[in-house]
């Protein structure tokens, strides 16, 4: 019986503590679940909460930094090397800044490129090679009309060994009339000397130069070259091939008028059948050049834009005359009357502006010294024959004229200002 009693009270003991721990179990369920509950429900609310009142509800505002007064006593002086790397330090960010200042400048001056700024034509020396200059030149805008008032130029170009001996009796020339002319002077690359006889208007207008060899083909680049250099100025208009020993016949306003209402230009071309003509054809350059179409001329050309971007760009009639006309072919007197009488027969008038005496023969014309020079002579290459102008007989045909030395430049400023008429 007593072991009945003490088995009953054992279930009733394990019984009480089996609901005592589902009653646990239970309540730590409800508070688990009540928790979970609250923090979903939390956490959608606080979603909707705008961003400023987030910041307000959880922002901690930092403890203010700890201030701590240093004692007043003198700092010591840095060591030399300290001191210096500051000083260098220092430097270096006012370069920087001032650096940054130019790029600024740079940028605010540069922000808008106009039309002023891209027509200017670069300073006659530069850097650029040949084959940069040639290609820079032979950009031709499509659009005929102007958007700007140009006032056409005529491009004076001096073929030269070195210095322009006559350069006062062209100043005088030139004088008055800015802004109507461009003058570009190719001289010999070992040329460096000075040139006192030259005035400012000569001055910065030597181009770069490569060697130039009579009678070689060195000298039809030396003409593409001046050439080029003329047509990067927009407002040139007519091209006039001159040399150091070459001057003016009449006034700049006559010339000027004369080249720009003529409606041709003036490259000498002439069939010779001699042996200097038709005897220096290589018949290599058939089919391209046949001996029908071969030409001999004058060197001294004057030319139109047109045809002088077309001569600059030309590589099928350059480098045929290269490769088979050399001496005794001289390019110089048959290349550009060839090619102009081939492409632009119908615009050409078949003459030059330069007089010239062949008289006593030779490969060279007539040199004239001081004594020579008159003003019959002058009179003479002025009005000694007859030929068209636009379509008019007239006895103006020559503008120019050379050969003369040196030594005749004080008898042609003693005449020049009366008899042409200078302004």
């Known amino acids: 019986m007593k072991h009945e009693t003490h088995q009953n009270q054992i279930i009733s003991a394990k019984l009480f503590n089996s609901q005592r721990y589902i009653h646990s179990f239970i309540v730590?369920?409800?508070?688990?679940?009540?928790?979970?509950?609250?923090?979903?429900?939390?956490?959608?609310?606080?979603?909707?909460?705008?961003m400023t009142l987030k910041k307000k509800l959880f922002y901690v505002e930092p403890s203010p930094p700890l201030i701590v007064?240093?004692?007043?006593?003198?700092?010591?002086?840095?060591?030399?090397?300290?001191?210096?790397?500051?000083?260098?330090?220092?430097?270096?960010?006012?370069?920087?800044?001032?650096?940054?200042d130019i790029n600024k400048r740079k940028r605010g001056a540069a922000g808008r490129i106009g039309l002023t700024d891209y027509i200017k034509p670069p300073e006659a020396m530069h850097d650029m090679k040949d084959e940069e200059l040639i290609w820079r030149a032979s950009m031709v805008p499509k659009v005929r009309k102007f958007p700007y008032n140009r006032t056409p130029?005529?491009?004076?170009?001096?073929?030269?060994?070195?210095?322009?001996?006559?350069a006062p009796l062209w100043e005088r020339f030139f004088k008055g009339h800015e802004g109507r002319y461009s003058i570009y002077i190719h001289s010999q690359p070992s040329f460096r000397g000075d040139a006192p006889e030259e005035g400012p208007i000569f001055h910065g207008r030597r181009v770069p130069s490569k060697r130039v060899d009579w009678g070689e083909f060195s000298m039809v680049d030396a003409e593409r070259r001046l050439l080029a250099n003329a047509l990067l100025d927009m407002s040139n208009e007519r091209f006039v091939l001159l040399s150091e020993a070459c001057i003016p016949l009449y006034n700049f306003t006559t010339i000027y008028t004369y080249i720009m209402n003529s409606t041709k230009t003036f490259v000498e071309s002439y069939d010779e059948w001699g042996p200097v003509g038709r005897g220096r054809y290589n018949s290599q350059m058939t089919p391209w050049v046949t001996i029908e179409q071969w030409r001999k001329g004058s060197q001294w050309f004057e030319l139109d834009r047109e045809i002088a971007v077309d001569v600059i760009t030309d590589q099928k009639y350059f480098?045929?005359?290269?490769?088979f006309c050399r001496p005794a072919c001289y390019s110089d007197e048959h290349y550009l009357p060839t090619f102009v009488t081939m492409r632009y027969w119908w615009k050409n008038g078949n003459r030059t502006l330069t007089w010239v005496d062949w008289t006593k023969g030779g490969p060279h014309p007539t040199k004239f010294a001081r004594t020579e020079v008159t003003k019959e002579l002058l009179h003479q290459m002025r009005s000694g024959i007859q030929c068209e102008y636009n379509g008019e007989p007239t006895s103006m045909c020559y503008l120019f004229a050379r050969k003369f030395l040196p030594s005749t430049l004080d008898r042609l400023l003693k005449f020049a200002p009366k008899l042409m008429m200078f302004d």
């Open 69 to 100: 007064t240093p004692k007043s006593h003198p700092s010591p002086s840095p060591p030399l090397n300290l001191a210096m790397h500051q000083q260098q330090r220092a430097v270096h960010n006012n370069n920087d800044r001032r650096g940054v």
């Open 153 to 166: 130029k005529v491009a004076f170009m001096f073929l030269a060994r070195g210095t322009l001996p006559l």
């Open 319 to 323: 480098n045929l005359f290269k490769e």
């Open 28 to 50: 730590y369920f409800l508070f688990f679940g009540s928790g979970l509950v609250i923090g979903i429900s939390l956490s959608f609310y606080l979603k909707d909460v705008p």
